[in-house]
């Protein structure tokens, strides 16, 4: 019988790289679709405060979507989340709605409202370049009442 305790160890050196990389990875791609979740929700909250009477104009929903995503990324500054959201608010048609007032938007009529955010802002895995630029936008339609 041949000694093998050799051979065991070379092996092990060599799939664990492999091994630590499909975890590394395994985590950055659970994280891109929990972020992707919380920028649809995100888009759900903003058309929720798009559609109520007594949302006066964008900036109550771009307030709404900027204090959701505050809270559930504690660690963004307000800077730093400035600067990775984006919010759209589009009418029936799918023009504009820029700091224009929504009361102008008829009863029962659509609006969209979609939410951006840059991946790396939150993303704890820094340097792999996978993600890199990457944006999850979610687009949440609702009416006006």
């Known amino acids: 019988m041949t000694n093998r305790r050799g051979a ?6 060599l799939v664990t790289p492999m091994l630590v990389i499909i975890l590394i990875g395994a985590i950055d791609v659970g994280q891109y679709v929990n972020i992707a979740q919380n920028v649809s929700n995100a888009s759900r909250e903003g058309a929720r405060i798009a559609c ?74 820094q340097g792999v370049s996978f993600w890199t630029g990457e944006y999850g936008t979610t687009t949440t339609t609702a009416a006006r009442q």
């Open 8 to 13: 065991v160890s070379i092996e092990a050196a």
């Open 52 to 125: 109520r009477n007594e949302s006066k104009d964008v900036s109550d929903v771009e307030n709404g979507v900027f204090e959701y995503l505050s809270n559930t990324f504690p660690q963004l500054t307000d800077e730093e989340l400035n600067e990775a959201l984006e919010v759209t608010v589009r009418n029936e048609t799918g023009d504009l709605i820029v700091g224009a007032s929504l009361a102008a938007v008829p009863s029962g009529s659509p609006i969209s409202v979609e939410v951006s955010l840059e991946f790396d802002s939150v993303r704890w895995l």
